[in-house]
């Protein structure tokens, strides 16, 4: 008999199938392929994951993210050494302080003096800091203010090319964009708010038309009928959680009620539950 035809003789002095031993050799060969099919999509994965990691700026990089205060200035002050159109910021939390705009005055006069132009949103409570005149009259024409009842978060764009976002609440990590559709909505939504705004050498909004109640307690009405509770509100204005309370219970009293829990109806009837 042939043995080449039926099989092998086995270690043992038995007979290995050859169907056998094909079978066993697929199984293998099958086994190698779905290992090289898991390690590159753990590659794949690891690419992309290695794009968001902290380190210098690979070109091509969509998103870095950076962590600690000394990282996130160094990225920011090389994106303003750089800057030689435009530059859009976001400023909340009201008045700035003067350590931080003495800080932001070591940077932002010379990209002025490169030609770029300065357009900066914030809060209408930041016009009462006393040291918001100086840093502007530092910057001369170059720099456009404008102020809002709110503003939602901080964030940077220079040239449209590369933006900055917090990248928690405690502002200890930031995130550096490059990606262009990305950079490209929020350079859309820096311009929505731009337009709504109120240049800083116009008056801000008094009166509401409803007797009682200021522009600002229209506001807080407006974010009271959304859910938000007064820490949130206060954020979101650039002023203290007591400030914001005072306004709360003069516009209480205005709508005629001591209660919270009426309060929300009383401002939906008034009709101050929609945009300031």
Known sequence: ??????????????VVDAAAVALLVRGIHDGLAETR????????????????????????????????FEAIDGAIAAASAACVTEMLTVQPDGIRSPSILAHASTRDPALVARGARMRTLYTHVARYGPAL?????RL??????????EVIERMMVFDRAVAFLPANAE???????RQ???VGHLVTYFECLWNRAVPLSEPVPAATGIAGI???????AALLAEGHQDAVVAQRLGISVRTCRHHISRLAAALGTSSRAQLGVRIARAGLGGPA
């Open 1 to 14: 008999m042939n043995s080449s035809t039926h099989g092998d003789a086995g270690p043992d002095g038995g």
């Open 37 to 68: 099919r898991r390690a590159g999509a753990v590659a794949e994965a690891f690419e992309r994951y290695a794009s968001l990691t902290p380190g210098a700026p690979r070109p091509g990089q969509a998103v870095r993210v950076l962590d600690g």
């Open 133 to 137: 005149g100086a840093y502007l009259e």
């Open 140 to 149: 001369g024409d170059g720099a456009e203010v404008r102020t809002l009842d």
């Open 171 to 177: 502002r200890t990590s930031a995130l550096e964009l």
């Open 180 to 182: 262009p559709a990305l």
């Open 214 to 220: 200021t522009h600002r307690e229209r506001v807080i």
